[in-house]
């Protein structure tokens, strides 16, 4: 498994940005595909976006579409993820996700995850 930390995250406005970032280590991060998901209080944890280990592939949820953008460094071992134009529907505790077969992260059962940072968007 990679080790992942998700950081970023905080109290923002409606119409405010936040960029996320999910540091890896302890494998070779870029035979790794990513992900993010989110869950709020009382509901299931649900995709947000995901990235291939290239960087040349990405999918997103249509609630985030056109909104977030996902992105990898793979010489510095990062996954990002900007955030703009925030709705109070975006909070939640957002997650990164590793795994070496892109359809488990669609499927949200990759083989590592993160701890969570906390995005929370006031209106």
């Known amino acids: 498994q990679v080790q992942l930390v998700e950081s970023g995250g905080g109290l923002v406005q409606a119409g405010d940005s936040l960029r996320l970032s999910c540091a890896a280590s302890?494998?070779?991060?870029?035979?790794?595909?990513m992900g993010w998901f989110r869950q709020a209080p009382g509901k299931e944890r649900e995709f947000v976006a995901a990235?291939?280990?290239?960087?040349?592939?990405?999918y997103y949820a249509d609630s985030v579409k056109g909104r977030f953008t996902i992105s990898r460094d793979n010489a510095k071992n990062t996954m990002y993820l900007q955030m703009n134009s925030l709705k109070p529907e975006d909070t939640a505790l957002y997650y990164c996700?590793?795994?070496?077969?892109?359809?488990?992260?669609?499927?949200?059962?990759?083989?590592?995850w993160g701890q969570g940072t906390q995005v929370t968007v006031s209106s």
């Open positions: 990235i291939n280990w290239t960087g040349g592939r990405t």
């Open positions: 302890g494998r070779t991060f870029s035979n790794y595909h």
């Open positions: 996700a590793a795994d070496t077969v892109f359809g488990r992260i669609l499927a949200a059962t990759g083989d590592s």
